[in-house]
């Protein structure tokens, strides 16, 4: 069993494979305890394949992972996980930005008991309105909701215990809150300054359109981190707030017949009652689904609600 399995998801890469092997494999072979990059073609349409199949040709420590179509940098790199025998799993780009020369020193921190240590890209050498500050907007508000704090959540290159991502399910384009993910079963995070390269062949495949997404991702791991197996605090908690508003709407309706003689089928009052009144019984039936559904979920995966990070 390798001690370090590196993942590499790939998706039109086809330039820069054969350099981002050769740097690799002159830093991992000085590392001990064995080895395996794994690179998972992600629906690749140019000669990234045939790249890949030379390369793991040639090499044993290899591992080619090929998609049908292309599925996402999540998917990959949850295939990854899926076939990595080492011990420390590391992810990074294919396009070369990321430098493979920083993996011994995320391996160096871990050392000092952390369970994953992700990189900081300090100086990025992308376009500043395009990327860096949509990126720096996204990494403060992923901050501020999830409550980890990291600098740099889009950066590919970090360096996981297995145990860190085994009880993770990563679905949709989840891999960028990966860090905030773990969290919710203890693992201890790090983050260290990382060297981040110009790209020189290829394009780009991330840009602003993926900015919704983003959003609506972390609408969702708020959900799973704060309320997935308690959702009637959520949807309950709006709806007795919508039900305590409806009632004073109520009052206010009742009041103004009986101490100002308004009509009350013209008032816009007892629309709003009504209105808040449904929002609220469907609010509360939404938490009790949300509750069965959990429930049903937790318990046929056997899936427990917590996480033992030790037992003496």
């Known amino acids: 069993m390798p001690a370090i399995s590196c993942i590499v998801p790939v998706y039109n890469e086809e330039k820069n494979l054969e350099i981002l092997y050769a740097e690799l494999k002159e830093v991992l072979k000085t590392l001990t ?41 999540t998917a990959a790199l949850a295939a990854g996980f899926s076939k990595a025998e080492g011990e420390v799993l ?8 990321n430098d493979p020369r920083d993996i011994p020193n995320l391996l160096k921190k871990m050392k000092e008991g952390y369970d994953l240590v992700s990189g900081w890209r300090k100086k990025r050498k992308d376009p500043l309105f395009t990327k860096n500050i949509p990126s720096h907007i996204a990494n403060g508000l992923i901050s501020f909701i999830t ?10 290159l970090k360096a996981y215990k297995r145990e860190a991502v085994k009880n993770i399910n990563l679905y949709g384009e989840m891999h960028r809150f990966l860090p905030a993910l773990a969290s919710w079963n203890g693992i201890t995070i790090a983050e260290i300054p990382v060297n981040h ?12 359109s993926r900015t919704s997404k983003v959003i609506l991702d ?8 704060s309320f997935s197996t308690k959702p009637i605090q959520l949807f309950g908690l709006w709806g007795f707030i919508s039900l305590i508003f409806s009632f004073i709407s109520g009052i206010s309706v009742i009041a103004m017949k009986l ?35 959990s429930r ?12 033992i990070k030790e037992q003496i």
């Open 33 to 73: 305890g064995g080895h395996e990059i794994i690179f998972v073609n992600d629906g690749s349409t140019d000669t990234s394949q045939e790249v890949l199949k030379s390369i793991s040709a040639k090499d044993r420590d290899v591992k080619v992972i090929r998609f049908g179509r292309n599925y996402g940098q």
């Open 90 to 97: 590391v992810t990074m780009d294919g396009d070369l930005q």
């Open 147 to 156: 409550g980890v704090r990291l600098h740099d959540y889009g950066c590919t």
């Open 197 to 208: 390269r110009a790209r020189i062949h290829g394009k780009t495949k991330y840009g602003l």
């Open 218 to 225: 972390l609408v969702t791991v708020k959900f799973l981190l």
């Open 259 to 293: 101490f100002k003689g308004e009509d009350m089928t013209g008032n816009p009052f007892l629309y709003l009652t009504i209105l808040l009144l449904v929002v609220g019984i469907q609010f509360i039936m939404m938490g009790l689904l949300g509750e069965m559904m």
């Open 296 to 307: 049903i979920y937790h318990e046929s995966r056997k899936n427990p609600t917590y996480i």
